[in-house]
């Protein structure tokens, strides 16, 4: 919305202006999925992940820094041993 009305004000494009913004914006969208207790990942259209916030990284016991390879249906199969642990 903030990018949408900064737009609008500024009709000559200040590019540096917008990049700014959307780097703010992506930020904040950054932050929520972070402190969110939800899990939040993207995927390609033949299911290999390519981001997985922390809390699903927490509760998939995955790594930051996970594999290319990996994929959705991998976080299906089996939870990890200590999750029990972790969710007490």
Same mark, same amino acid.
């Not at 990018?3 to 932050?31: H, I, M, V």
């Not at 402190?35 to 981001?51: M, P, Y």
């Not at 997985?52 to 976080?75: A, C, K, P, Q």
């Given at each position: 919305?903030? !990018?949408? #009305? =900064?737009? *609008?004000?500024? %009709?000559?494009?200040?590019? +540096?202006?917008?990049?700014?913004?959307?780097? +703010?914006?992506?930020? =904040?969208?950054?932050?929520?999925?972070? /402190?969110?207790?939800? $899990? $939040?990942? &993207?995927? &390609? /259209?033949?299911?290999?992940? =390519?981001?997985? #916030?922390?809390?699903?990284?927490? !509760?998939?016991?995955?790594? +930051? /820094?996970?594999? #290319? /390879? =990996?994929?959705? $249906?991998?976080?299906?199969?089996? %939870? %990890? *041993?200590?999750?029990?642990?972790? !969710?007490?």
């Amino acid at each position: 919305m903030a !990018l949408l #009305n =900064l737009r *609008r004000k500024s %009709p000559g494009g200040d590019s +540096e202006l917008l990049a700014r913004s959307l780097a +703010e914006q992506q930020d =904040l969208s950054r932050l929520l999925q972070d /402190t969110a207790d939800i $899990v $939040v990942f &993207t995927q &390609t /259209t033949d299911g290999k992940l =390519l981001s997985i #916030n922390r809390h699903g990284r927490w !509760l998939s016991g995955i790594s +930051e /820094t996970f594999s #290319n /390879t =990996l994929l959705f $249906v991998d976080l299906l199969h089996e %939870p %990890p *041993r200590d999750l029990q642990q972790r !969710l007490a």
